[in-house]
């Protein structure tokens, strides 16, 4: 059965403090590793990954994926309280079962003033 | 605005009444999938569907859960003699064959008393 993993599942900082979340699977014929940020209403696309040791990058946000030892992180570098959200990981699967999404239970950061 | 949109935002049934939810995914979108949330999980998916063909079904959806697509556009998703442990929040997903990010509609809530 595939499973993820993230941690940590809660993080308190600061504005201005730099984070990073991680994410662990293990899952049969891996496809992709997908970054989404939730805050009250529905999962919003961050990143998609596929290849190890790319980093995508999109403002103060970054991800890189490591197929080897089967983790990603996200990294947001000078937060700002509009990250406050729930940060989900999922994989994607290829063969039986392919095309849906396994998530991770999210971390869910919190920053304050 | 030319997202994935769900109808409705919040249902409150009373247990054993059946309930319907709709929806309507990026026109151009082939593939469709029904995902449930419940606090502090991240989405576990149900079902999905490229067109009108439902191509796969989570093992642990019961019986009493049923969806269509019956023109490849839009779906809904029916469940009957609704159990307190329905109590979630049922999101719609959309994305194009071959692609790998799914685009999140901003879900219906269920509350079943």
């Known amino acids: 059965e595939d499973k993820v993993v993230q941690s940590p599942l809660s993080l308190v900082v600061h504005e201005g403090d730099t984070v990073t979340l991680n994410c662990s699977y293990e899952?049969?014929?891996?496809?992709?590793l997908l970054w989404y940020k939730q805050e009250k209403k529905a999962p919003t696309f961050l990143f998609m990954l596929?290849?190890?040791?790319i980093e995508k990058k999109s403002g103060r946000l970054s991800s890189i994926l490591d197929k080897k030892e089967l983790f990603s992180i996200l990294n947001i570098t000078a937060t700002q309280t509009g990250d406050s959200a729930i940060y989900l990981c999922?994989?994607?699967?290829?063969?039986?079962?392919?095309?849906?999404?396994?998530f991770g239970k999210g971390t869910k950061l919190s920053v304050i003033p | 605005d030319t997202g994935v949109s769900q109808d409705p935002r919040h249902k409150i049934t009373k247990r054993g009444q059946n309930v319907t939810f709709r929806c309507d995914p990026i026109?151009?979108?082939?593939?469709l999938y029904w995902y449930r949330q419940t606090l502090g999980q991240g989405p576990e998916f149900l079902t999905y569907?490229?067109?009108?063909?439902?191509?796969?079904k989570s093992r642990l959806l019961s019986d009493r859960f049923s969806a269509e697509r019956p023109k490849g556009s839009f779906s809904t998703l029916e469940i009957q003699r609704t159990e307190q442990g329905d109590s979630a929040m049922y999101l719609c997903?959309?994305?194009?064959?071959?692609?790998?990010?799914?685009?999140f509609g901003p879900g219906t809530r269920l509350t079943v008393t």
């Open positions: 999922a994989v994607e699967a290829s063969g039986a079962g392919s095309y849906q999404l396994t």
């Open positions: 596929t290849s190890s040791g």
């Open positions: 569907f490229q067109n009108e063909a439902q191509l796969e």
């Open positions: 997903a959309s994305c194009l064959a071959g692609a790998y990010e799914q685009y």
């Open positions: 899952v049969t014929n891996f496809r992709s």
């Open positions: 026109s151009e979108h082939n593939r």
